[in-house]
Structure formats: C-alpha cells, structure tokens
C-alpha cells in the first residue's frame, strides 16, 4: 500500500498470521483480522477532520483544531474486501486503499502546495498556487458584532465553484460573480457590489454574514486558481 513517499507491505509473513485452520484441516483467512489491520492503516493515516499543523505566510507554525472537512479518510470495509480479494487471488502489486474522502497531497502535510489562507485578526487572505503566493488580499469576514463570526481553527476544503450566483439569507439576496463555498453557506465571493474598502476593523460591526468579501479583482484570480477540494485554513 502506498501513501506518498510511506508504504506499508502485506507479505507473507502478515498473511500467515491472518490464517486460521478449521476443524477439517483445512485454512480460511480471518477477515476479523484483515478488517482490523486495516482499521489499524486508518489510525495512522487518515488525516480527514483531525488537528493539522500549518505553516503560515510569514513562516510561523499553528496548530489547527479538529474539526473541518479536509483530509484523508479510509473506507474500511471497501479497503478490507478489495485486501482480502487479492490475497485470495495472489495480487502482488502496489496499490492505494480505497478512499471516502480525499485531500490534494499524500504526504504527511496534506495541505499541499495550493490553498487559501485567511486570518481573521489581520482581515487579509492569501492563495498559493503550487507553493507560490499568487493573492495577497485585504477582507472582510463575519461581523461580530452580530454574532456572524467566520468559523476559524480549522481546515476546510472547496466545496464547489459557481459564477453568477445569488446568496440568500434572512433579510439578503445578493448576487456575486465569483462564490466558493468552504463551508455550508460560508465562502469566498467578490463584494464590490456593496462595498468600497476592505480590511481593517470592519469586521467588527460591519461585517458580513459569515462569509470572507473579497475585492472582485482578487475573488476572481482565487476562483480561477483554485478547485473543488482545495484547501481553507481560517485562523
């Protein structure tokens, strides 16, 4: 099984230990026992809504709390029948398990080269692309005052690109060009519609709903370099 550079082997030796004889002589593979093996991958591998360490624009490191949608997640009992077809069949080959969920890098820092980053304090964003910074972008996040804080700490991966859209909200409809749903209703989207200056203390009491307004110049570069599943890390 490969995972990036880390690979984990299923030879003979393992398999042996998974056998169990019956009471007419004969062996049988123990799939309680592949199942938990398995299980056991999953533990060290999967990364999906657990805390990641992240290094910031400026170099810093930070811890990100659980929580999120971003990472890589095992589907045990797919990966388990697929292990113990292949045993049963001879398989020898280099394989991946089969995934629920799926992030854009395999190795240990999952984040990869291209993703978002938002602080929430500094009201400012940045996109990388392929480890390039390529936006660098005063905000606007949640208003506070109202209790519309942006969720932060965590990592969170694009949920879909859409151009034209109308967001709707209590009291709201307002049309965007450029909407990136990290989220639920939360995402990236231009704002020029109805603002002129962004970043500083706005956020405070005249934030938004939520979601992170962008200057459209700068939502558009965003929507352009990123895809669905790409990483959000807000702090």
């Known amino acids: 099984y490969t995972f990036g550079s880390r690979t984990e082997v299923v030879d003979r030796t393992l398999i042996k230990g998974w056998l169990v004889r019956g009471d007419d002589g004969t062996y049988s593979l123990d799939t309680d026992q592949v199942a938990a093996y398995v299980k056991e991958l999953a533990m060290k591998y999967d990364t999906f809504g657990l805390s990641h360490q992240f290094t910031k624009h400026d170099g810093s490191t930070i811890t990100l709390k659980a929580g999120g949608d971003y990472g890589w997640c095992i589907n045990k009992t797919a990966t388990s029948d697929a292990l113990v077809q292949a045993i049963n069949d001879g398989v020898a ?56 804080d942006t969720p932060a700490g965590c990592v969170w991966a694009i949920d879909a690109k859409k151009q ?63 895809e669905i599943g790409t990483p959000v890390i807000v702090y």
């Open 93 to 148: 080959e280099s394989r991946e398990p089969v995934y629920l969920y799926t992030a854009k890098s395999r190795e240990e820092n999952d984040i990869g080269g291209t993703y978002v980053e938002i602080s929430i304090q500094e009201q400012r964003m940045w996109c990388f692309k392929d480890g390039s910074l390529i936006v660098d972008t005063p905000v606007v996040t949640g208003n506070v005052s109202k209790g519309y």
């Open 164 to 226: 034209d859209a109308i967001l709707k909200g209590e009291g709201y409809a307002s049309p965007v060009t450029f909407w990136l749903p990290f989220n639920g209703n939360v995402g990236i989207h231009d704002a020029d519609r109805w603002r002129s200056e962004y970043g500083g203390d706005i956020y405070l009491t005249g934030g938004s709903h939520g979601c992170v307004n962008t200057p459209y110049e700068n939502a558009e570069k965003i929507f352009n370099a990123v």
